[in-house]
Protein backbone atom coordinates (compact mmCIF):
# COMPACT_ATOMS: atom_id res chain seq x y z
CA UNK A 1 0.00 0.00 0.00
CA UNK A 2 1.17 3.15 -1.13
CA UNK A 3 1.43 5.39 2.22
CA UNK A 4 1.31 9.35 2.46
CA UNK A 5 4.25 11.19 2.22
CA UNK A 6 4.43 12.84 5.92
CA UNK A 7 3.72 9.26 7.17
CA UNK A 8 6.53 8.08 5.58
CA UNK A 9 8.53 10.38 6.54
CA UNK A 10 7.47 10.55 10.44
CA UNK A 11 7.12 6.65 10.41
CA UNK A 12 10.74 6.78 8.43
CA UNK A 13 12.44 8.65 11.19
CA UNK A 14 10.57 6.56 14.33
CA UNK A 15 12.35 3.17 12.36
CA UNK A 16 15.59 5.08 12.17
CA UNK A 17 15.60 5.28 16.36
CA UNK A 18 14.26 1.86 17.05
CA UNK A 19 16.62 0.31 15.03
CA UNK A 20 19.66 2.63 13.71
CA UNK A 21 22.51 -0.24 15.50
CA UNK A 22 21.57 -2.14 12.77
CA UNK A 23 21.53 0.17 10.30
CA UNK A 24 24.75 1.52 11.73
CA UNK A 25 26.38 -1.89 11.56
CA UNK A 26 24.97 -2.51 8.15
CA UNK A 27 27.10 0.51 7.26
CA UNK A 28 29.97 -0.23 8.22
CA UNK A 29 30.30 -3.80 6.89
CA UNK A 30 30.40 -2.87 3.04
CA UNK A 31 34.27 -1.75 4.01
CA UNK A 32 35.16 -4.02 6.83
CA UNK A 33 34.38 -7.82 5.77
CA UNK A 34 33.15 -10.97 7.51
CA UNK A 35 34.32 -10.07 10.69
CA UNK A 36 31.75 -7.33 11.20
CA UNK A 37 29.13 -9.46 9.92
CA UNK A 38 29.11 -11.94 12.63
CA UNK A 39 28.77 -8.54 14.67
CA UNK A 40 26.14 -7.59 13.08
CA UNK A 41 23.89 -10.69 13.77
CA UNK A 42 24.41 -10.76 17.04
CA UNK A 43 24.19 -6.65 17.24
CA UNK A 44 21.07 -6.78 15.21
CA UNK A 45 19.60 -9.98 17.58
CA UNK A 46 20.24 -7.58 20.88
CA UNK A 47 18.27 -4.85 19.29
CA UNK A 48 15.55 -6.67 18.10
CA UNK A 49 14.78 -8.26 21.15
CA UNK A 50 15.49 -4.80 22.96
CA UNK A 51 12.99 -2.67 20.97
CA UNK A 52 9.50 -2.36 20.92
CA UNK A 53 7.50 -5.14 18.93
CA UNK A 54 4.87 -2.44 17.65
CA UNK A 55 7.41 -0.42 16.19
CA UNK A 56 9.24 -3.57 14.34
CA UNK A 57 5.83 -4.89 13.49
CA UNK A 58 5.71 -1.57 11.04
CA UNK A 59 6.36 -1.65 7.29
CA UNK A 60 9.36 0.64 7.87
CA UNK A 61 11.15 -1.16 10.25
CA UNK A 62 10.52 -4.23 8.46
CA UNK A 63 11.94 -2.56 5.23
CA UNK A 64 14.64 -1.14 7.21
CA UNK A 65 15.89 -4.99 9.11
CA UNK A 66 15.49 -6.00 5.22
CA UNK A 67 18.58 -3.05 4.11
CA UNK A 68 20.23 -4.19 6.95
CA UNK A 69 20.02 -8.03 5.67
CA UNK A 70 20.65 -6.83 2.26
CA UNK A 71 23.99 -5.10 3.55
CA UNK A 72 24.85 -7.99 5.48
CA UNK A 73 24.62 -10.05 2.21
CA UNK A 74 26.79 -7.45 0.66
CA UNK A 75 29.24 -7.91 2.75
CA UNK A 76 29.71 -11.33 1.75
CA UNK A 77 31.44 -10.18 -1.53
CA UNK A 78 34.84 -9.36 -1.57
CA UNK A 79 35.86 -5.83 -0.11
CA UNK A 80 36.79 -4.52 -3.50
CA UNK A 81 32.90 -4.72 -4.51
CA UNK A 82 32.08 -1.91 -2.32
CA UNK A 83 28.23 -0.45 -1.91
CA UNK A 84 28.41 2.36 -3.96
CA UNK A 85 24.98 5.00 -4.70
CA UNK A 86 23.12 7.40 -6.64
CA UNK A 87 24.37 11.15 -5.64
CA UNK A 88 21.69 13.91 -5.65
CA UNK A 89 22.96 17.39 -4.77
CA UNK A 90 20.97 19.78 -3.29
CA UNK A 91 22.60 23.38 -3.10
CA UNK A 92 20.66 26.32 -1.66
CA UNK A 93 21.63 30.02 -2.59
CA UNK A 94 22.46 32.08 0.58
CA UNK A 95 21.37 29.71 3.23
CA UNK A 96 23.04 30.11 6.42
CA UNK A 97 24.23 27.55 8.70
CA UNK A 98 21.87 28.52 11.55
CA UNK A 99 18.71 26.33 11.35
CA UNK A 100 16.45 24.56 13.30
CA UNK A 101 18.78 21.61 13.26
CA UNK A 102 21.91 23.65 14.35
CA UNK A 103 19.93 26.09 17.09
CA UNK A 104 18.35 28.69 15.47
CA UNK A 105 14.90 29.17 17.56
CA UNK A 106 12.56 29.66 14.81
CA UNK A 107 10.65 26.92 12.62
CA UNK A 108 12.09 28.08 9.15
CA UNK A 109 13.64 24.25 8.18
CA UNK A 110 11.65 21.30 9.47
CA UNK A 111 12.32 19.48 6.34
CA UNK A 112 15.83 19.90 5.91
CA UNK A 113 15.65 19.35 9.84
CA UNK A 114 14.30 16.10 9.15
CA UNK A 115 16.85 15.10 6.31
CA UNK A 116 19.54 16.19 9.45
CA UNK A 117 17.96 13.95 11.77
CA UNK A 118 19.23 11.20 9.55
CA UNK A 119 22.53 12.44 8.26
CA UNK A 120 25.90 13.33 8.87
CA UNK A 121 25.71 16.68 9.96
CA UNK A 122 29.06 19.06 9.29
CA UNK A 123 29.22 22.17 12.15
CA UNK A 124 31.25 23.66 10.82
CA UNK A 125 31.34 23.47 6.66
CA UNK A 126 32.76 26.35 4.85
CA UNK A 127 32.07 27.57 1.15
CA UNK A 128 35.43 27.64 -0.71
CA UNK A 129 33.73 32.31 -1.31
CA UNK A 130 30.82 33.97 -0.31
CA UNK A 131 29.79 35.17 -4.07
CA UNK A 132 27.97 32.65 -6.14
CA UNK A 133 29.84 31.67 -9.33
CA UNK A 134 33.27 31.56 -7.14
CA UNK A 135 31.57 28.86 -4.35
CA UNK A 136 29.38 26.80 -7.16
CA UNK A 137 31.94 26.73 -10.05
CA UNK A 138 34.76 25.38 -7.46
CA UNK A 139 32.76 23.05 -5.51
CA UNK A 140 31.61 21.28 -8.86
CA UNK A 141 34.84 21.18 -10.28
CA UNK A 142 36.77 20.40 -6.58
CA UNK A 143 39.24 22.97 -7.07
CA UNK A 144 39.92 26.55 -5.38
CA UNK A 145 38.42 29.42 -7.70
CA UNK A 146 42.21 30.98 -8.37
CA UNK A 147 42.96 27.32 -9.71
CA UNK A 148 39.67 27.64 -12.27
CA UNK A 149 40.03 28.44 -15.99
CA UNK A 150 37.37 30.89 -15.89
CA UNK A 151 36.91 34.60 -17.14
CA UNK A 152 37.12 37.89 -14.31
CA UNK A 153 33.43 38.47 -15.43
CA UNK A 154 30.95 38.68 -12.29
CA UNK A 155 28.99 36.35 -13.29
CA UNK A 156 31.85 33.91 -13.94
CA UNK A 157 32.70 31.66 -17.14
CA UNK A 158 34.02 28.84 -16.67
CA UNK A 159 35.70 27.53 -19.52
CA UNK A 160 35.61 24.00 -20.94
CA UNK A 161 38.64 23.04 -19.82
CA UNK A 162 37.42 22.46 -15.97
CA UNK A 163 36.57 19.19 -15.44
CA UNK A 164 33.33 19.94 -13.76
CA UNK A 165 31.63 16.55 -11.60
CA UNK A 166 29.32 16.00 -14.12
CA UNK A 167 31.71 14.93 -16.62
CA UNK A 168 33.83 12.65 -14.11
CA UNK A 169 30.17 10.56 -14.05
CA UNK A 170 29.42 10.62 -17.14
CA UNK A 171 32.79 9.00 -18.23
CA UNK A 172 32.26 6.23 -15.89
CA UNK A 173 29.17 5.49 -17.23
CA UNK A 174 26.49 7.35 -15.36
CA UNK A 175 23.47 9.51 -15.64
CA UNK A 176 23.63 13.00 -15.00
CA UNK A 177 21.30 15.74 -14.58
CA UNK A 178 20.63 18.96 -12.92
CA UNK A 179 18.28 22.31 -12.56
CA UNK A 180 18.58 25.78 -11.38
CA UNK A 181 16.59 28.67 -11.65
CA UNK A 182 18.72 31.91 -11.73
CA UNK A 183 19.26 33.71 -14.97
CA UNK A 184 22.90 32.96 -14.67
CA UNK A 185 22.46 29.55 -15.04
CA UNK A 186 20.85 30.14 -18.41
CA UNK A 187 23.66 31.51 -20.26
CA UNK A 188 25.74 28.18 -20.35
CA UNK A 189 28.82 29.75 -18.42
CA UNK A 190 30.07 25.54 -17.91
CA UNK A 191 28.04 24.10 -15.40
CA UNK A 192 26.00 22.29 -17.81
CA UNK A 193 29.40 20.46 -18.77
CA UNK A 194 28.64 16.98 -18.30
CA UNK A 195 25.22 17.17 -17.69
CA UNK A 196 22.88 15.07 -19.95
CA UNK A 197 20.16 17.00 -18.68
CA UNK A 198 20.50 20.67 -17.88
CA UNK A 199 17.30 21.96 -16.96
CA UNK A 200 17.04 25.70 -17.10
CA UNK A 201 12.95 26.41 -17.18
CA UNK A 202 12.84 27.52 -13.85
CA UNK A 203 14.46 30.74 -14.65
CA UNK A 204 11.18 32.92 -15.17
CA UNK A 205 11.00 34.33 -18.53
CA UNK A 206 12.74 38.29 -18.96
CA UNK A 207 14.34 37.38 -15.55
CA UNK A 208 15.72 40.04 -14.20
CA UNK A 209 19.03 40.60 -11.69
CA UNK A 210 17.86 39.57 -8.14
CA UNK A 211 14.49 38.81 -10.19
CA UNK A 212 11.38 38.63 -7.32
CA UNK A 213 9.97 35.60 -8.58
CA UNK A 214 9.23 32.69 -6.36
CA UNK A 215 11.31 29.62 -8.17
CA UNK A 216 11.47 27.08 -5.51
CA UNK A 217 7.96 25.20 -6.58
CA UNK A 218 8.77 25.43 -10.01
CA UNK A 219 12.52 23.94 -9.47
CA UNK A 220 10.84 20.65 -7.60
CA UNK A 221 8.46 20.05 -10.07
CA UNK A 222 11.33 20.09 -12.34
CA UNK A 223 13.47 17.92 -9.98
CA UNK A 224 10.53 15.73 -9.68
CA UNK A 225 10.06 14.99 -13.46
CA UNK A 226 13.85 14.18 -13.70
CA UNK A 227 13.52 11.91 -11.33
CA UNK A 228 10.51 9.90 -12.05
CA UNK A 229 11.28 6.51 -13.11
CA UNK A 230 11.22 3.55 -11.23
CA UNK A 231 14.51 2.44 -12.18
CA UNK A 232 17.60 4.53 -11.15
CA UNK A 233 19.44 3.33 -14.29
CA UNK A 234 16.60 5.21 -16.37
CA UNK A 235 17.15 8.89 -14.49
CA UNK A 236 17.05 11.69 -15.80
CA UNK A 237 13.42 11.30 -17.03
CA UNK A 238 11.76 13.30 -19.75
CA UNK A 239 8.58 13.09 -20.61
CA UNK A 240 7.88 10.02 -18.91
CA UNK A 241 10.51 8.30 -21.29
CA UNK A 242 14.46 8.10 -20.30
CA UNK A 243 16.62 10.79 -21.50
CA UNK A 244 19.73 8.46 -22.59
CA UNK A 245 18.85 5.76 -23.99
CA UNK A 246 22.41 4.39 -25.34
CA UNK A 247 23.89 2.02 -23.46
CA UNK A 248 26.33 3.16 -21.26
CA UNK A 249 29.57 1.26 -19.46
CA UNK A 250 31.42 1.65 -16.69
CA UNK A 251 31.88 1.64 -12.86
CA UNK A 252 29.05 3.96 -12.46
CA UNK A 253 26.82 2.51 -14.53
CA UNK A 254 22.93 2.17 -12.98
CA UNK A 255 23.90 4.93 -11.31
CA UNK A 256 22.65 8.69 -11.62
CA UNK A 257 23.99 12.33 -10.33
CA UNK A 258 21.52 14.98 -10.03
CA UNK A 259 22.26 18.64 -8.63
CA UNK A 260 19.82 21.15 -8.38
CA UNK A 261 20.46 24.78 -6.94
CA UNK A 262 17.52 26.32 -5.13
CA UNK A 263 17.48 30.21 -5.22
CA UNK A 264 14.79 31.98 -3.02
CA UNK A 265 16.70 32.67 -0.01
CA UNK A 266 18.57 35.32 -2.11
CA UNK A 267 17.57 39.11 -1.90
CA UNK A 268 15.22 40.47 -2.64
CA UNK A 269 13.08 38.30 0.15
CA UNK A 270 9.71 37.79 -1.14
CA UNK A 271 6.55 37.54 1.45
CA UNK A 272 5.11 34.61 2.05
CA UNK A 273 1.68 34.49 2.99
CA UNK A 274 1.34 30.85 4.13
CA UNK A 275 4.79 31.18 6.48
CA UNK A 276 4.92 31.36 10.10
CA UNK A 277 4.69 35.29 11.19
CA UNK A 278 8.58 34.91 11.40
CA UNK A 279 8.04 39.23 12.02
CA UNK A 280 6.32 38.57 15.09
CA UNK A 281 8.77 36.13 16.78
CA UNK A 282 11.03 38.27 19.61
CA UNK A 283 14.44 36.29 20.42
CA UNK A 284 17.17 38.36 21.60
CA UNK A 285 19.87 38.13 18.93
CA UNK A 286 17.90 38.25 15.87
CA UNK A 287 17.25 41.56 14.17
CA UNK A 288 14.25 41.88 12.75
CA UNK A 289 15.39 42.24 9.35
CA UNK A 290 15.79 38.95 9.18
CA UNK A 291 11.92 38.21 9.30
CA UNK A 292 11.22 38.16 5.57
CA UNK A 293 14.73 36.11 4.80
CA UNK A 294 13.55 33.38 7.10
CA UNK A 295 9.80 33.42 5.29
CA UNK A 296 12.04 32.56 1.94
CA UNK A 297 14.11 29.97 3.66
CA UNK A 298 10.84 28.26 5.30
CA UNK A 299 9.29 28.55 1.54
CA UNK A 300 12.30 26.83 -0.28
CA UNK A 301 12.61 24.54 2.74
CA UNK A 302 8.89 23.71 2.23
CA UNK A 303 10.40 22.63 -1.66
CA UNK A 304 12.80 20.95 -1.16
CA UNK A 305 11.15 18.61 1.51
CA UNK A 306 8.63 17.91 -1.10
CA UNK A 307 11.33 16.69 -3.25
CA UNK A 308 12.87 14.67 -0.52
CA UNK A 309 9.48 12.57 -0.06
CA UNK A 310 9.72 12.22 -3.42
CA UNK A 311 13.29 10.35 -3.20
CA UNK A 312 11.80 8.86 -0.43
CA UNK A 313 8.78 6.87 -2.10
CA UNK A 314 11.08 5.57 -4.88
CA UNK A 315 12.48 2.28 -5.32
CA UNK A 316 16.29 3.69 -5.65
CA UNK A 317 16.06 5.47 -2.23
CA UNK A 318 18.21 3.07 -0.59
CA UNK A 319 20.56 3.54 -3.13
CA UNK A 320 20.41 7.25 -3.21
CA UNK A 321 22.59 9.38 -1.04
CA UNK A 322 21.94 12.75 -0.47
CA UNK A 323 24.04 15.72 0.12
CA UNK A 324 22.25 19.48 0.68
CA UNK A 325 24.55 22.30 1.26
CA UNK A 326 24.53 26.54 0.64
CA UNK A 327 26.83 28.24 -1.97
CA UNK A 328 27.47 30.99 0.58
CA UNK A 329 25.26 32.36 3.57
CA UNK A 330 24.03 35.72 4.51
CA UNK A 331 25.21 38.66 6.97
CA UNK A 332 22.51 41.05 9.09
CA UNK A 333 24.64 43.21 10.60
CA UNK A 334 27.44 40.83 11.97
CA UNK A 335 30.40 42.94 11.82
CA UNK A 336 28.32 45.82 9.83
CA UNK A 337 27.88 43.84 7.08
CA UNK A 338 24.92 42.74 5.05
CA UNK A 339 24.04 40.67 2.21
CA UNK A 340 27.06 39.12 0.59
CA UNK A 341 29.88 38.54 -2.46
CA UNK A 342 32.52 40.50 -0.45
CA UNK A 343 33.53 39.52 2.55
CA UNK A 344 34.48 36.08 4.79
CA UNK A 345 32.96 36.71 7.86
CA UNK A 346 31.56 33.62 9.20
CA UNK A 347 28.29 33.55 8.60
CA UNK A 348 29.10 34.21 4.89
CA UNK A 349 31.40 31.15 4.55
CA UNK A 350 29.83 29.10 7.51
CA UNK A 351 27.27 26.85 5.66
CA UNK A 352 25.44 23.98 6.38
CA UNK A 353 26.36 20.83 5.03
CA UNK A 354 24.34 17.16 5.52
CA UNK A 355 25.50 13.81 4.40
CA UNK A 356 22.69 11.42 4.12
CA UNK A 357 24.32 7.64 3.36
CA UNK A 358 21.19 5.10 3.19
CA UNK A 359 22.23 2.86 5.84
CA UNK A 360 24.92 5.41 7.63
CA UNK A 361 23.61 6.10 11.07
CA UNK A 362 23.27 9.87 11.64
CA UNK A 363 26.37 11.86 13.32
CA UNK A 364 27.80 15.24 14.18
CA UNK A 365 30.94 16.30 13.19
CA UNK A 366 32.27 19.08 14.92
CA UNK A 367 35.76 19.03 13.01
CA UNK A 368 36.06 21.74 10.04
CA UNK A 369 35.54 20.94 6.42
CA UNK A 370 35.21 22.66 2.88
CA UNK A 371 33.07 22.49 -0.20
CA UNK A 372 36.58 21.35 -1.36
CA UNK A 373 35.46 17.99 -0.04
CA UNK A 374 32.51 17.45 -1.85
CA UNK A 375 33.58 16.08 -5.19
CA UNK A 376 36.03 13.48 -3.97
CA UNK A 377 33.16 12.52 -1.78
CA UNK A 378 30.73 11.99 -4.55
CA UNK A 379 33.42 10.26 -6.49
CA UNK A 380 33.75 7.64 -3.38
CA UNK A 381 29.48 7.40 -2.88
CA UNK A 382 29.62 5.77 -6.85
CA UNK A 383 32.49 3.91 -7.19
CA UNK A 384 34.43 6.25 -8.74
CA UNK A 385 38.32 6.13 -7.73
CA UNK A 386 39.69 8.98 -5.82
CA UNK A 387 42.07 11.66 -8.11
CA UNK A 388 44.86 12.20 -6.56
CA UNK A 389 44.97 16.08 -8.01
CA UNK A 390 42.37 17.11 -6.09
CA UNK A 391 42.73 18.97 -2.43
CA UNK A 392 39.57 17.89 -1.03
CA UNK A 393 39.24 14.51 0.99
CA UNK A 394 36.33 12.20 0.55
CA UNK A 395 34.11 12.77 3.50
CA UNK A 396 33.38 9.17 3.55
CA UNK A 397 36.27 8.54 6.26
CA UNK A 398 34.75 10.69 8.84
CA UNK A 399 31.77 8.41 9.06
CA UNK A 400 33.90 5.39 10.31
CA UNK A 401 36.84 7.57 12.59
CA UNK A 402 35.62 6.45 16.06
CA UNK A 403 34.68 9.77 18.28
CA UNK A 404 37.63 12.17 19.01
CA UNK A 405 39.41 10.39 16.24
CA UNK A 406 38.11 12.52 13.21
CA UNK A 407 40.36 14.15 11.31
CA UNK A 408 41.55 17.85 11.88
CA UNK A 409 42.58 19.68 8.26
CA UNK A 410 43.04 23.45 7.74
CA UNK A 411 40.40 25.16 5.70
CA UNK A 412 41.06 27.14 3.00
CA UNK A 413 38.72 29.41 1.32
CA UNK A 414 39.86 31.74 -1.83
CA UNK A 415 37.88 34.44 -3.65
CA UNK A 416 39.83 35.80 -6.14
CA UNK A 417 38.99 39.58 -7.06
CA UNK A 418 36.41 40.33 -9.34
CA UNK A 419 34.37 44.04 -11.09
CA UNK A 420 32.75 44.19 -7.74
CA UNK A 421 34.56 42.67 -5.39
CA UNK A 422 38.25 42.66 -3.50
CA UNK A 423 40.55 39.77 -3.42
CA UNK A 424 39.69 37.82 0.35
CA UNK A 425 41.64 34.55 1.25
CA UNK A 426 41.30 33.28 4.60
CA UNK A 427 42.74 29.57 6.31
CA UNK A 428 41.64 28.08 9.06
CA UNK A 429 44.23 26.33 11.20
CA UNK A 430 44.62 24.05 14.62
CA UNK A 431 41.79 22.07 16.56
CA UNK A 432 38.33 22.89 15.45
CA UNK A 433 36.61 25.62 15.45
CA UNK A 434 40.48 26.90 15.16
CA UNK A 435 42.36 30.15 14.02
CA UNK A 436 41.21 31.91 11.14
CA UNK A 437 43.49 34.24 9.15
CA UNK A 438 41.50 36.36 6.78
CA UNK A 439 43.92 38.41 4.18
CA UNK A 440 42.22 41.33 2.36
CA UNK A 441 43.87 42.35 -0.92
CA UNK A 442 46.49 40.36 -0.61
CA UNK A 443 48.21 43.13 2.06
CA UNK A 444 46.47 43.40 4.67
CA UNK A 445 45.53 40.51 7.60
CA UNK A 446 43.40 40.00 10.87
CA UNK A 447 43.59 37.20 12.77
CA UNK A 448 40.71 35.82 15.14
CA UNK A 449 40.71 33.00 17.46
CA UNK A 450 37.23 31.37 17.06
CA UNK A 451 37.58 29.16 20.41
CA UNK A 452 37.19 32.23 22.38
CA UNK A 453 35.29 34.39 19.50
CA UNK A 454 32.90 32.82 17.32
CA UNK A 455 31.73 36.32 16.22
CA UNK A 456 35.39 37.47 15.20
CA UNK A 457 34.72 40.45 17.65
CA UNK A 458 38.46 40.50 18.48
CA UNK A 459 41.35 40.85 16.02
CA UNK A 460 44.57 39.21 17.25
CA UNK A 461 46.70 39.87 14.22
CA UNK A 462 48.40 42.97 16.76
CA UNK A 463 48.44 41.45 20.08
CA UNK A 464 49.41 38.06 18.80
CA UNK A 465 52.55 38.00 16.44
CA UNK A 466 53.60 34.19 17.03
CA UNK A 467 50.47 32.97 16.06
CA UNK A 468 49.83 35.42 13.36
CA UNK A 469 52.78 34.36 11.44
CA UNK A 470 52.30 30.88 12.35
CA UNK A 471 48.60 31.27 10.49
CA UNK A 472 50.48 33.28 7.39
CA UNK A 473 52.87 30.19 7.04
CA UNK A 474 49.81 27.96 6.72
CA UNK A 475 48.12 29.84 4.31
CA UNK A 476 51.67 30.46 1.99
CA UNK A 477 52.00 26.82 2.29
CA UNK A 478 48.47 26.32 0.79
CA UNK A 479 48.63 28.60 -1.85
CA UNK A 480 51.97 26.89 -2.90
CA UNK A 481 50.49 23.94 -2.88
CA UNK A 482 47.62 25.08 -5.73
CA UNK A 483 48.32 25.64 -9.45
CA UNK A 484 46.80 28.89 -9.34
CA UNK A 485 45.79 30.94 -12.72
CA UNK A 486 44.84 34.24 -13.37
CA UNK A 487 41.47 35.27 -14.78
CA UNK A 488 41.34 35.65 -18.11
CA UNK A 489 39.81 39.65 -18.68
ZN1 LIG B 1 24.65 32.56 -4.09
Redesign the pocket.
Known amino acids: MRRGPFHAYAADLAAWVAISSIAALGFVTWRAGGVVQRRLVADGGAALAATDDAQLASAEGTAHVEMAELDSSVDAAPPTQRRTYNVVIITV??LRADLGFSGYPRPVSPNIDALAARSIVYEQAYAMAS??PK??GPLLIGRYSSETYRDYAHYTNFAPANVFLGERVQEAGGRTAGAASHRYFGWRKGFDQGLDVWDTSAIPPNSVDNDPTITSAKLTDVAIGLLSSERAADVPVRDGKPFVTEPRSGTASGHFLTWFHYLDP?LPYVPHADAPSFASMREPGIPRERAPYDGEVWFTDQEVGRLLRHIGEQPWAKETAIILTA??GEAFGEKGHWG?GRELWEPLVHVPLLVYVPGAPPRRIKAKRSHIDIVPTVLELMGLPPDPELHGKSLLADLEAAPGEVEERDVYIDMPDGPYNELRRAVLTGPSPGIKLIEFNGNRYELYDLRFDPNETKNIAWSDPTQLEAAKEALKRMRSSLKERPAVK
Do not use: A, G, K
Open positions: DTFTCLHDHH
